[in-house]
């Protein structure tokens, strides 16, 4: 895998890919806009300027977007589904302008509805943002969720069937998330776990359509239902669960971010990279994942990340 994580925007877009860089980072996840608001003005060709030629220059191999948090494709018909519908084809915009390949979106909660008509909603509601954005080349990438009360995508049956039922399947694709799996009763504490995970999605929506990984330990228990991010090896899921993870001849070049907590210094992210590099069995890491332990000022200690 391609090892990176989240990282701020704080400061302007550009800043994400400074912040990747100081972590030895090779692929980077950012917020398109602030992931708390529905709104937001669309990038100035200074800042686009800026994002790209800093891009130009930099070691992250892939850099892609997360969605924000108040968006809810699943929700039964509602004022709020509908500043969803429209606050996502705005960040699908955001993410054209700065030429990010996919946003990375939880599916949703039914708030009620029920899992099939939730379902059937966030499917509806995704047709409707990919026609507003023919255009684009933009992909949505459905992320496996924990299961918190009425979310849906913690079984891997829900991204398959909102990929099946979109009229524009070509524009979805999925990311895994190791922290929602555990919490949502995937075991990949062990290689047969994790295997019967890949199993899953590749006989549902394919290995094809995997175009990302979140990397977070648990600090919540199998099954638990509950989403809590921990560093790596900090939580239940342990540090060795990552050796069969990261080491996947079937995700060589893909993306795998750390969304875990960390402080204003990004030491954390340093310590965790160092330990997902510390477990690549193939032994010839490249010179481009030799990280560079920089640190700056330091901060709060809280995980902004699901
Ligand atoms: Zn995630
Ligand atoms: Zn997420």
Known sequence: MILGAHCSTA?????????????????CQIFVKNNMQWSARKYAECEIKEFKERRAVSKCGIVFGHTGYLINLAAPASANRERSIQSLVLEVELAAQLGLPFLVLHPGAHLGGGTEAGLRQAARALDEIFAATRKLRVRIALENTAGQGTCLGHELRHLDAIYQSVQCPDRLGVCIDTAHCFAAGYDVRTEAGWDQVVAEVKTSVGLDQ??????????????????????????????????????DPRFVKHPGCLETPKSADLHEDIENLAVLRSLLRHGRPSRRQVGRDRVSPKEDDRCEFT
């Open 210 to 247: 995997v175009l990302a990984f979140h990397l977070n330990d648990s600090k919540t228990d199998l099954g638990s239902r509950v989403d809590r991010h921990a560093g790596i090896g900090q939580g239940k899921i342990g540090r060795s669960a990552f050796a069969h993870i990261v080491n």
């Open 11 to 27: 400061g302007g877009v550009h800043r994400a890919l400074d912040r990747a860089e100081q972590i030895g980072a090779l692929s």
